[in-house]
């Protein structure tokens, strides 16, 4: 009996998992951003592949505590991101929020994460897009 209710368990835990994927293990695949980095010139594709699978309204992705007002697949609310990236949260964890991103989405590549602070400064300092 102990035995049928620990398969049972162990089962209803994999199958509830079983909508959530993650990406984190694969290879980067790069967005190219050359000249200045905009929303437009690639950093709404990069926000959209990479940080909208937990940043969306609904996301089934999205760990527990992800704010559910943020959809970073629009320039406005994508926005409220470039203070947590100049404050250094690609790369390391920013007042008691975790390094993004996290496993949800494949990992940033050196490229990437200097586009996205260089759009982030532009946006806080400059009023950049």
């Given at each position: 009996m102990l035995r049928a209710l620990l398969a049972l368990a162990i089962g209803a835990s994999v199958i509830g998992c079983a909508d959530v994927e993650t990406l984190g293990d694969e290879e980067p695949t790069e967005v190219k951003?050359?000249?200045t980095p905009t929303w437009e010139n690639g950093i709404g594709?990069?926000?959209v592949l990479k940080c909208a699978n937990c940043?969306?309204?609904g996301s089934s992705y999205a760990p527990e505590g992800t704010p559910q007002y943020t959809n970073f697949s629009n320039s406005e609310?994508?926005?409220?991101a470039a203070p947590w990236i100049v404050g250094g949260i690609l790369d390391h964890d920013v007042a008691n929020v975790r390094q993004m991103p996290l496993?949800?989405?494949t990992p940033l590549t050196q490229n990437e994460k200097d586009a996205l602070l260089e759009w982030a400064q532009n946006v806080m300092w400059k009023g950049g897009n």
């Open positions: 951003i050359s000249g594709q990069l926000m940043h969306l309204p609310d994508a926005k409220m496993n949800y989405s």
